[in-house]
Each structure stands twice: as structure tokens, then as C-alpha cells.
Nanobody, 118 residues
Framework: VQLQASGGGLVQPGGSLRLSCATSGILFSGDVMGWYRQAPGKQRGLVAT???????SYEESVKGRFTISRDSSQNTLYLQMNNLKPEDAAVYYCNLRRVRLGSPINYWGQGTLVTVSS
């Protein structure tokens, strides 16, 4: 499995961006996809996840502002980010988590930089 993230950039506070993550390889129904982010000097943290059935979950600070979605026909994951705040600035990584023989396997994209500044 390979993941390719894109869509980052510079945006003013209150602005919007949409991140995309193109996936290649065989996907399974149990795979969970998500977005993580890592700001300078901080650990990488979960932003949002989505299951193959479309069930979503969000980190508390992005609820109501970010929307995760996936286009299964295109094998693409999205993160729509609205009302961006300076604290949202980070490198965003897409992730695919799979469980095989009881152990989790994580696949990561290369990251895309989001800068929120006036």
C-alpha cells in the first residue's frame, strides 16, 4: 500500500483547505484510514478517522470544523478543513491502519504542510 498526500499550503486564519490522499494497492474492508498531524516540537496526533463503512471520529479541537471523507471508487481520502486556526498549523499525514494476525500495521503518506498565518 502506498499513500500520497497533497493539498497543503498557506492559508489565513478562518480560511479553508482540502487535503487529499491518493492510495494505491489492495485495500480491505477492515482498513481504517485517517489523518494525523505533527506541529514543530510536538508528537504526532490523531485528527480524524474513517472506516470503510463511513463511520467517522474526530479529535475534539477539530469537531465541527474538519470533515473526513473517502471516495472508495477513486481510492482517495480527503480532509476538508474550515475555519482554520493558527494552532492547526502542522504537517498532516494520511494513514491506513490494518490488522493482520492480531497485530496492527500502519501505512503512512509523506506528509503535507499546512501553514495558518495572516
Amino acid at each position: 500500500v502506498q499513500l500520497q498526500a497533497s493539498g497543503g499550503g498557506l492559508v489565513q486564519p478562518g480560511g479553508s483547505l482540502r487535503l487529499s490522499c491518493a492510495t494505491s494497492g489492495i485495500l480491505f474492508s477492515g482498513d481504517v484510514m485517517g489523518w494525523y498531524r505533527q506541529a514543530p516540537g510536538k508528537q504526532r496526533g490523531l485528527v480524524a478517522t474513517i472506516t470503510n463503512a463511513g463511520s467517522t471520529s474526530y479529535e475534539e479541537s477539530v469537531k465541527g470544523r474538519f470533515t473526513i471523507s473517502r471516495d472508495s471508487s477513486q481510492n482517495t481520502l480527503y480532509l476538508q478543513m474550515n475555519n482554520l486556526k493558527p494552532e492547526d498549523a502542522a504537517v498532516y499525514y494520511c494513514n491506513l491502519r490494518r490488522v493482520r494476525l492480531g497485530s496492527p500495521i500502519n501505512y503512512w503518506g509523506q506528509g503535507t504542510l499546512v501553514t495558518v498565518s495572516s
